[in-house]
Each structure stands twice: as C-alpha cells, then as structure tokens.
C-alpha cells in the first residue's frame, strides 16, 4: 500500500523545478481511483461527470479504460465544445438557457446526435423551439426525477431541489409532451440522489451525527429504488429509454444494485477530495493536489501560506476549507496553515465539483 509520506517525496522531486502555487494530478493514483470505481459499479457503465475532472486529457484517459462510457456535462456551451473534440456521447445533466448553443445544436446533426440534453419543464421546450434559427436537427431529451426524500407528509425534505417532476405519473406525463412536440424525443432518465451519493456517513468524532445520516440513507435509498423503478416502468410505457442514469462516486454499490439503473454517475471519485474520507463504502487515494508557498514562519509550529488553494464550492466555513497534507497532524486556522511544512504546502481540495 502507497503511504501518504511516500506519495509526498514523489511530488516533491516531481515539482522540485517548480515554484508554487501548483497543482499536481497523480497519474497513478487517478488510475487506481478508475479501477476501483469500475470495480463498485459491477459491470455497469460509469458516466464520467466532467464538472469534476475540469481536463479533456483526464476525460480522455477514463474513457479510454473499460467500465466508462460517455460524459455528463456541467453547460450546454461546454458540451457542444466536447462534441466538436470528438467525444459522441454527452448527456448534459443540467437545463440550460443558451439560445445560442441551442441553435448551434439544431442546426449541426453531429453535434445533435451526441449531446442529450436534459428538460424538466414545457417552459423550456418553447425556449429552445424559438432558438432554433430555422435548425431543425431532432433534439435528444433526459428527463430528471426529483430523488429528495420527504417525510412527515412532505414537511420535511431531504435532498437538493432539482426538477420539479416526482412521481412516475408526472414523469410520464411530460414524456408524453416531449414526444408530442415536433423535433425533440426523449432518450433517457437521470436521478441523481445527492442526499446519499455526496453525504459522508461516517464523520470523526461525531457518532450521533453519523448514524443519523446513515439511517437517512438506508430509508432515502429504499424510498429512491422503488419510486424509481415504477418511474421507469412508467417511462417504457411511452417511449423508448437507452438509459437510466443515476448515482455518483459516495453512492455507487447502491445505486447500481437496482435493476432500474443502466449506468451510474462519478467524476470525484477518480480524484479522491476530502470529502471521501468520511465514507464506510470505499477508500480512495488522493489524486487531486495543489502547493501553496510558505512565506512566514510567525511562531513554533505556525507557518503562513499565500493564497487559499482550491475552496469547495459549498457554504462558506470550516468543512470548505483545503485540508494540509503536508506533514502529520497538519491543520488550518482561519488564516493560516499550522505545520511544519518545507518551503511548500500541499493540500487536497474539499470537493471537486
């Protein structure tokens, strides 16, 4: 096993020419990170999340292995970018409202055959009706099933707000919209349960706060497979389904376990951020770092770094924070790290995404 120190000296003589801020991404480590996600996905294909891997060559090389197929992009602009670079299967996995990147999309059958994109509401089928600029490629449709959690009656919800469309009745219905409209067919469903996938269920020092997540989980994925399931059955009732995507890199044992599900999501797990380290499920190895200059040394044991790194893109605070890799029990205060560090930091970034 690669330990942490070893994994250090390795950068250290990589970067030794380098003067920081830097950013590395251990090529092995991403390697042994893909395995180990094809491994969990049991045979299910991997969509590569691209919004957490940011690097075409990096996209390039996961697809290259077996167990990845296709990418699901973060914007409409960047997904017509892939498709122009080759990449023929790209489901975006958020709506969009780029008039100009939906002309282009009519317009181009190429592009039109590689990018999904993803509705969830007849609002914008007339947004890219009245985009089209007289394109009049056939647009390929994902639907998107809400996978929050509700109890108590709907008074309590857990999971984030994405589309507006629930139940298999309300999914069906709006399939039946979609392929009613001229110029559009829906190809696929995503349901991704945040709740679960982007929730560590096993935080230091806090036991009460860990179980309490991890029976969320267990109720949150029973709830998910079988309102999934009737959704599907539901979907193939109407039209023809090449997919169903859901899950990502914290939930993929679980996700793909269900029989509803042809492929999963993950994009963070090849680069391991912190946020995996409070998992049960699996283990990775960091494969994501950056180097931030040590410019003071204002006390014993104290040291001053310029810049902040890499923050996640969450609420502002502690749990956002970069987190030292630099030496054993490294830490940061608000303003600075606390180590013993060398004439360089090293941190891994919270989330990649």
Not at 247 to 265: L, P, R
Not at 324 to 345: E, F, Q, S, W
Request: proline fraction near 6%; hydrophobic fraction near 40%.
């Amino acid at each position: 096993m690669v330990t942490l120190s070893a994994d250090r000296a390795r950068y250290d003589r990589a970067t030794a020419h380098l003067d920081a801020p830097l950013a590395i991404v251990d090529l092995e480590a991403f390697d042994a990170n893909a395995a180990d996600l094809v491994r969990r996905a049991a045979g299910k294909p991997i969509r590569v999340a691209s919004k957490s891997v940011r690097c075409r060559a990096l996209l390039e090389r996961a697809l290259r292995l077996d167990g990845f197929q296709g990418i699901m992009s973060f914007t409409l602009a960047e997904s017509l970018w892939l498709a122009r670079a080759g990449f023929d299967d790209i489901l975006l996995a958020y709506p969009s409202a780029d008039r100009a990147g939906y002309a282009e999309l009519a317009a181009d059958p190429k592009l039109a055959a590689a990018v999904t994109v993803l509705l969830d509401d007849p609002a914008q089928l007339d947004l890219v009706d009245g985009a089209r600029a007289g394109g009049g490629e056939e647009i390929r449709v994902c639907l998107e099933l809400d996978t929050a959690l509700h109890l108590l009656g709907g008074r309590v919800r857990i999971g984030a707000r994405r589309s507006p469309l629930r139940t298999p009745d309300a999914l069906a219905a709006f399939a039946e919209l979609v392929q009613r409209r001229p110029g559009f067919r829906v190809v696929g469903l995503m349901a991704y349960e945040g709740h679960v996938a982007g929730v560590g269920d096993s935080i230091p020092g806090r036991p009460l706060r860990s179980r309490m997540i991890q029976v969320m989980q267990n109720r949150a994925r029973a709830e998910l497979a079988q309102r999934r399931s009737e959704t599907v059955r539901a979907l193939r009732r109407v039209v023809d389904l090449e997919f169903v995507n859901g899950g990502g890199t914290g939930s993929v044992e679980s996700t793909v376990a269900e029989d509803a599900i042809t492929e999963v999501a993950a994009g963070s797990g090849l680069y391991v951020p912190r946020l995996f380290d409070n998992y049960r499920s699996f283990q990775g190895r960091p494969a994501a770092l950056f180097a931030q200059p040590v410019v003071r040394r204002p006390g014993v044991g104290v040291v001053a770094v310029l810049g902040g790194g890499y923050p996640a893109s969450a609420r502002p605070g502690p749990t956002a924070r970069p987190s030292p890799t630099c030496r054993r029990g490294c830490a940061t205060t608000r303003r600075r790290a606390r180590a013993r560090c060398r004439p360089r930091c090293w941190a891994r970034p919270r989330t990649t995404c």
